[in-house]
């Protein structure tokens, strides 16, 4: 399985950005998706994920009403959109898809079975 993120870069404060996550292989579609993010020093976050049914979806409290998940398209491509980005934002993102289930949202880094390379933020204030 393999998890291609993308969409990261240099940004100011109060601009937006999209990551994409292109993933392929044998995986369990219907199992929960999500990103999370590690800034330098900490550990890894949680930051959205949505259930492997696509109906359900659970955002950090850090990030609610700023940050939205986005589901599969036809290709398995899943996307997180970011707006209003704060300097506390600056990360490592990454994307994890395997959660496994199809009904609940997994928040845990370790309910993930996959995981991309992470493709790095950075906001300047």
């Known amino acids: 399985v393999q998890l291609q993120a993308s969409g990261g870069g240099l940004v100011q404060a109060g601009d937006s950005l999209r990551l994409s996550c292109a993933v392929s292989g044998q995986f369990v579609r219907t199992y929960g998706r999500g990103w999370f993010r590690q800034a330098p020093g900490k550990e890894r976050e949680f930051v959205a994920a949505?259930?492997?049914?696509?109906?359900?979806?659970s955002y950090a409290d850090s990030v609610k009403g700023r940050f939205s998940i986005f589901d599969y398209a036809a290709d398995t491509t899943m996307s997180l959109q970011m707006n209003n980005l704060q300097p506390e934002d600056t990360a490592v993102y990454y994307c994890?898809?395997?959660?496994?289930?199809?009904?609940?949202?997994?928040?845990?880094?370790?309910?993930?079975?996959?995981w991309g390379k992470g493709t790095l933020v950075t906001v300047s204030s």
């Open positions: 994890a898809v395997d959660g496994g289930s199809y009904v609940n949202v997994e928040v845990s880094p370790g309910d993930y079975e996959y």
């Open positions: 949505i259930s492997g049914s696509g109906q359900r979806t």
